[in-house]
Each structure stands twice: as structure tokens, then as C-alpha cells.
């Protein structure tokens, strides 16, 4: 009995849901969604769309507050916050949900995907996507949709044009195995480093180098302490919807599907703000006198996809069957 008080007490502090009403009111739920990207990104973006959304199709019945920039805490910190039920919802980057969800891992495979970010959302959040977001449940997290960011670069303090030229650099990463395999593989020592903490990384000389879409790159300033960016494209950030799947469970079929709904409905207008915010910091920083930009030609992108094919069978052994299962669902998908 005492269990059970107790957990109800948890569940009412962490605020799994507020349920207020009244016979002239609405029943209210009160949710909390987090990210780590700042105010000016497409993450927000699809927040702030999403947060309209939903309280317009439920009348006002759900009440989303949004805590940007990490002001929760690191993404992986997050992740286990929505695992927990401390907070409702998080829009995370693949790699930091890795922690919890290790088949999240595929979005980090270099070289894998289709180049064409619009092909890229159809993909993950169709019949493939249903496969990978099959596992969330499993670790009490559902996954509402994938948002799909501009590609990744390869920034460094020296020049990189092919793979042997990572060879003893340190390398920045998010706190995902993959990641830090694949830059293994190319000789480099990857060190992961919270987002928000890379800037000074950079500055002294911690790291080398990092990788990250040009917004991210532009937002955060790391081009004023990176002297080199290669135009990689080599991989898609991508950010995963979660909400703690209990709470979502527990919820009126008519709230769910609200949810649902809305944040499928946010995606068009996540996309389009951030091929917006992508260009325009590629600009600036094609501007910045002391930061070199080249595009690696198709013999070097060869090259890097050559030495980093064996991660696709890391992530297989290292995820398990159900990595295997997602891997196959993604390339059926991409060879119709």
C-alpha cells in the first residue's frame, strides 16, 4: 500500500499529466517538451507548430510548455527524463535517444541514406519508420514522428580531404557508440561533449573537430574556431518526437490521436524552416575570411563510404536482432 502512495506521489510531483477541470472547463493536460536546439531552429519550429495543433484540436484541452536550448538538461538526460515520466515529451537528436534506444543508431550510419532531404522524410516516417518506432515502445517511450535535419559536415582545425586525413585527430561526437565507431574506423578518437559545451572544446584545442548540418555549425558558432569544413554531406541529423508512453497509453483515444496528428502535421513546416536556416548560415560562413570550405568530390566520398561500410554491420552486432530488422526495412524501402 505504501508502494502505491508513493508512486502516486512521484507521478503527481514529476506532473505526468495535470488533469484540472471543472463543469464550465475543459478537462487540461499539462505537458512539458524539451529539446536542446536554440530558439532559431527548425526543432523549435515544429514545437511551436505543434503546441498550436494541438491545443486547436483538442479545444484547448492540452496545454504544451517548451523548454528549448537544453534548459532541461543534455539530450540523453532528456531521453531518460521521457523514459521516466519526469518530463511528457522531448524533440531529441538520434544520437543522444541512443542511450536508451539503441536501433535509433541506424540514422547515424554514414553514407546510407537518400541525399534528398524531402525522400529522407517519407522514408522515416513511413513503412521503415514504423519498424524502427516499433522498439520505442519497449523501453516506455513512443515515438511520434522523425524529423529530418540538412546533412551533416566534417569541421576540423586541419584539412580534410580524405579519409586517412582524420588519422589521430580527436573528434567531437554525441554520446552515441555508433558515432564514435565510425570515427574510429578513419583513425580518428572520437570524445563526446555535450552540445552546448563544443564551442570551448573547439577554442582550446580539447577536440579537433566535430560534425554537424551548417545551421548547427553556424548557430553555435563553430566556424570562428574551426578552420576547415568539408562538405560531407555524409549524414542526416535527425531528431525523434517521444513522448513517455505510458502517460500517451493512458490518454482518451480522441487526446491520442490529436497528438498524433499534430505532430505529423508540424513536419512540412520543421523541413521548410530548416532548409531555410541551413542556407542561410552555409552564407555566412562561406563569408568568414578565416573558415575554408570545399566540397569533397565523388572519388573522396567513395573513399569515406568504402572505409566506413563496416558500420552498418557494427550497428548489426551491436543492436542486435533488432538491428538487423531495421536495417533490412530501410533498404527494401530505399531499393523499391
Request: glycine letters at 6%; hydrophobic letters at 40%; a negative charge.
Amino acid at each position: 500500500m505504501k508502494k502505491v502512495l508513493f508512486s502516486t506521489v512521484i507521478l503527481s510531483i514529476v506532473g505526468c499529466f495535470i488533469f484540472t477541470g471543472s463543469a464550465f472547463s475543459a478537462p487540461k493536460y499539462k505537458l512539458t517538451l524539451g529539446h536542446v536546439e536554440p530558439t532559431s531552429i527548425s526543432t523549435h519550429a515544429a514545437a511551436l507548430k505543434f503546441k498550436e495543433l494541438v491545443a486547436e484540436r483538442t479545444n484547448g484541452a492540452v496545454d504544451v510548455t517548451i523548454h528549448p536550448n537544453s534548459e532541461l538538461g543534455s539530450g540523453a538526460d532528456q531521453a531518460q527524463m521521457v523514459q521516466s515520466g519526469a518530463i511528457q515529451m522531448a524533440m531529441l537528436p538520434a544520437g543522444h535517444i541512443a542511450t536508451i534506444i539503441p536501433e535509433v543508431q541506424v540514422f547515424t550510419i554514414p553514407f546510407f541514406f537518400p541525399g534528398d532531404i524531402y525522400e529522407m522524410e517519407k522514408l522515416v516516417n513511413g513503412p521503415a519508420g514504423e519498424t524502427l518506432k516499433s522498439y520505442f515502445p519497449k523501453r516506455d517511450v513512443k515515438a511520434l514522428e522523425v524529423l529530418v535535419h540538412s546533412p551533416k559536415q566534417f569541421t576540423s582545425n586541419k584539412p580534410i580531404a580524405m579519409p586517412d586525413d582524420f588519422k589521430g585527430q580527436k573528434i567531437r561526437t554525441m554520446a552515441s557508440p555508433l558515432i564514435m565507431e565510425s570515427y574510429k574506423l578513419v583513425g580518428a578518437t572520437p570524445v563526446p561533449i555535450n552540445y552546448h559545451e563544443v564551442y570551448t572544446a573547439l577554442q582550446l584545442g580539447t577536440v579537433d573537430g566535430e560534425e554537424n548540418p551548417f545551421w548547427a555549425i553556424g548557430e553555435m558558432k563553430f566556424h570562428e574556431v574551426q578552420k576547415y569544413i568539408a562538405v560531407s554531406n555524409h549524414a542526416y541529423l535527425t531528431s525523434v518526437f517521444i513522448v513517455n508512453n505510458r502517460l500517451f497509453e493512458g490518454m482518451p483515444e480522441a487526446i491520442q490521436q490529436a497528438i498524433v496528428s499534430s505532430a505529423k502535421d508540424a513536419i512540412p513546416y520543421q523541413i521548410e524552416a530548416d532548409l531555410e536556416v541551413d542556407k542561410e548560415n552555409e552564407h555566412v560562413i562561406r563569408a568568414y575570411a578565416k573558415t575554408s570550405v570545399t566540397t569533397l568530390p565523388p572519388a573522396a566520398i567513395e573513399a569515406f563510404r568504402e572505409k566506413m561500410s563496416p558500420i552498418k554491420d557494427i550497428y548489426i552486432k551491436m543492436v542486435g536482432d533488432g538491428g538487423k530488422n531495421v536495417v533490412d526495412a530501410f533498404e527494401k524501402e530505399m531499393n523499391k
